[in-house]
């Protein structure tokens, strides 16, 4: 059997597609989405990021602002800047581009955003929403990840699915919605490598997502045939972009299966930008 490519940039159309509709009712109702964006240092990978989001957002009618810092900025700077966009009545989003500085300490700064504004969805108010069943902004990857899933059209309840990676904005997360969906979900992660039952894990999957950051860490001959497989990871191999998964192998296997690149990383940010709209919309 071979799988169906499940593709990612077509499903991140029709979502700004929607959501570019809605902007514009919402812009006849005087409401206009903002997403602020807080750049720090000269990340090579931050700055091709940033130029993607930005081209996104004017796309669709979402106001993009870039705020530069040099990456000498103390956290305390920092801090007080987000202050001033939480207090800004014309900022509906906020986006705090990592990775940061040594000096910087992410984790708190993105505490520091207001959870109505935090475009990205991976504050602790909106983590703690999520594991009531009813996330206000979500965690961007993790809400890709149940487009994907859910444009298999494959019925989720009581099914089994296998997330690998336990990342606080991604695997957790996403085991959190899966469970939402009365999907048996099972979560494998550093020990479970070490330990030597990766296989044994993953075998029981009909769903699989894997967020790990290694290049075929999960072989294709391990999946359950027919499952359904979303590879979150981005690795850069001999200088090409390739997946967690060993893509070859599981297609043939397989029912659905995201490539990379192509797959979540365009639903995600479209995600971003859903997120900025939810916001624009808790704000007015
Ligand atoms: P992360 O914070 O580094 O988390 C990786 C997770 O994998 C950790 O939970 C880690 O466990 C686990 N792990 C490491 N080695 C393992 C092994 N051998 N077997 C099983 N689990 C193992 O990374 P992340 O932020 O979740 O991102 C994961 C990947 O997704 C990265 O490649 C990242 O670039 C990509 N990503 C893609 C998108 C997108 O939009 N496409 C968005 C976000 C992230 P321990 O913590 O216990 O070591």
Known sequence: MAAEIIDGRKIAGEIKEKLGKEIEELKDKGITPSLSSIQVGEDPGTKVYVRAQQKSCQKIGIEYSLHQFKGDISQEELANFIARLNEDKKVSGIILQMPLPSQLNGRVLQQMINPKKDAEGVSPANMGMLVYGRPILGPCTAMAVMELINSTGVKLYGKEAVVVGHSDIVGKPTALLLLNKFVTTSVCHIATGKRGTLPQCI????????????????????????????????????????GDVEFDVAKERTSYITPVPGGVGAVTTAMLLK?????????S
């Open 275 to 283: 997120n900025t709209v939810e916001a624009a919309k808790l704000q």
């Open 203 to 242: 075998a029981k999957g009909e769903i699989l997502v894997v967020a790990v950051g290694k290049a075929n860490l999960v072989k294709g001959e391990w999946i359950k045939e027919g499952a359904i497989v979303i590879d979150v990871g981005i690795n850069r191999v001999e200088g090409k972009i390739v």
